[in-house]
């Protein structure tokens, strides 16, 4: 069989690839060896925020007597996980829907890249020859597995583990502070698991603006999450249904008892498919080096999506989906990585995008930043989250904006009017004289603007 462009990995990335691929009159085929969605959309991110929708509805009605309102409630773990499926095949069928109406061919099975135009595809017993003109290689990224800490899938578990308990544990220890682990605990926590945070590093979510992670800490101890850092796990032992894990500390070492072990450490490319053995060039970390229009060294092999570096967003992935097909279509186009948001569906949610303080000012820009806090939220009164900031950062002189980073109530919605404007070069007027509703959370947008022009309405003006 021959194609005019063959993609590996039905993901994010790859079937954004595929359909785009296939719009431009290009013959496609995608390759997919579990199932259409990939890792987003059966394992992380779409049953990672089903749970998460399910632990806020709970908490918010444990929070109703606040208000007035007084409710009986209980958690039945599977009617949730039985709803979390159907959502999961949903969109399921959905891609497959999407990508056999644009005449994308999807093929099951395992591939394996034998030259530059030629792919093996293996399923069961069977194994098919591929020629194409080009290949597009969206495989993704696997967990990141500690050879001490071996899984087990009942005791010591992985995310996707998570999703096929019976029940909800009592408690938990969860190995990685980062956006994986932080979500995981709030969600658990809100739930009414007790859960503990081990992370190697100085701070939770590391990387992250240092005023974010302080504000987080003090919503997940809120939220009775015991978090330990530049901690490990240095051992365990499984007795009678327990955990016993011994804690590392700078200051000596700890035992705690938890009913299972979550391990959340982050993920690793999966690009062990052939590629090296034809001459494609990789990084330390096993990343496939591209330049902005997703070419590697060889030409006609391109890469997208977590297989070409962090951060690992399916979002990113859509992204060069798109430049990788259009780029084989003969359009002239870049891929950006400016302006590409990343949020964390905590408690409460984080995001951010462009450049934080830090990096602005080692990056040579004189500039200046704007706050606007929650608590002075209409909006955010009345919805009872009047707790965060979100920070605008734009360059002294020009008033460009150049990055932003908010915690607090619809940080995930809001972040993406900072990813236009920054996208779109806009300065910190464009955003202080768009209207915006009232009584919005999104008014916080417009109010940081307004700060940092040194002109605020509804806070004092700085000293």
């Known amino acids: 069989m021959s194609y005019k462009t063959v993609v590996i990995g039905a993901g994010p990335g790859g079937y954004v690839s595929a359909i785009r691929l296939s719009q431009l009159g290009l013959k496609t085929a995608i390759i997919e060896k579990h199932e259409l969605g990939g890792e987003c959309t059966n394992y992380g991110c779409i049953p990672t925020k089903s749970l998460i929708e399910f632990a ?24 949730f996980k039985s709803w979390k499926e159907k959502i999961v095949l949903r969109l399921r069928d959905g891609i497959q829907y999407l990508c056999k109406e644009n005449g994308v061919e999807i093929i099951n099975g395992e591939a394996y890249v034998k030259s530059p135009k030629q792919v093996i595809v293996k399923s069961g017993d069977q194994t098919t020859i591929l020629d194409t003109e080009n290949i597009v290689v969206a495989t993704g990224s696997t967990t990141t597995k500690l050879p001490n800490l071996p899984f087990d899938g009942k005791y010591i578990i992985s995310s996707k583990d998570m999703f096929e308990l019976d029940r909800l544990p009592n408690s938990i220890l969860i190995v990685g502070g980062g956006v994986i682990g932080i979500e995981f605990a709030a969600a658990l926590a809100k739930l009414g698991t007790q859960v503990t945070i081990v992370e190697m590093m100085d701070q939770i979510l590391p990387g992250f603006d240092a005023e974010i992670v302080r504000y987080e800490n003090r919503f997940l101890s809120r939220l009775g999450i015991k978090i330990y850092t530049k901690t490990t796990v240095s051992g365990f032992k499984i007795a009678d249904d327990v955990v016993e894990s011994t804690i590392k500390k700078a200051d000596g070492e700890i035992v705690l008892n938890t009913e299972k072990m979550l391990i959340a450490v982050g993920r690793k490319p999966y ?4 590629l090296k053995e034809i001459g494609v060039v990789f990084d330390t970390k096993e990343h496939i080096i591209v330049d902005n229009q997703m070419k590697t060294n060889i030409q006609s092999v391109y890469a997208i999506g977590d297989v070409v570096g962090t951060p690992y967003l399916a979002h990113k992935a859509f992204r060069q989906g798109l430049v990788a097909a259009e780029v084989i279509g003969g359009h002239p186009i870049v891929y950006n990585n400016n302006a590409v948001p990343n949020v964390v569906f905590s408690e409460p949610e984080i995001a951010f995008v462009g450049l934080t303080e830090e990096e602005a000012k080692n990056g040579g820009h004189e500039i200046s930043v704007g706050r606007f806090p929650l608590t002075a939220s ?14 605008i950062i734009i360059e ?30 806009l300065r910190a007027e464009d955003i202080a004289g768009t209207v915006h509703p009232h009584p919005t959370i999104s008014e916080v947008l417009m109010e940081a603007a307004e700060d940092v022009l040194d002109r605020p309405i509804h806070t004092l003006k700085k000293k």
Request: proline share 1%; hydrophobic share 45%.
């Open 56 to 79: 806020n509805i709970y908490w918010s009605i444990r929070k109703g007597t606040e208000i007035g309102i007084i409710a009986n409630s209980k958690i039945d773990f599977p009617t």
């Open 378 to 391: 209409a909006r955010a009164l009345t919805e009872r989250a009047a707790e965060g900031f979100v920070k």
């Open 396 to 425: 002294k002189n020009s008033h460009k904006i150049v990055g932003a980073q908010m915690i607090g109530a619809e940080a995930s919605e809001l972040v993406s009017e900072l990813a236009l404007a920054i996208e779109s070069g």
């Open 271 to 274: 690009s062990n498919i052939g």
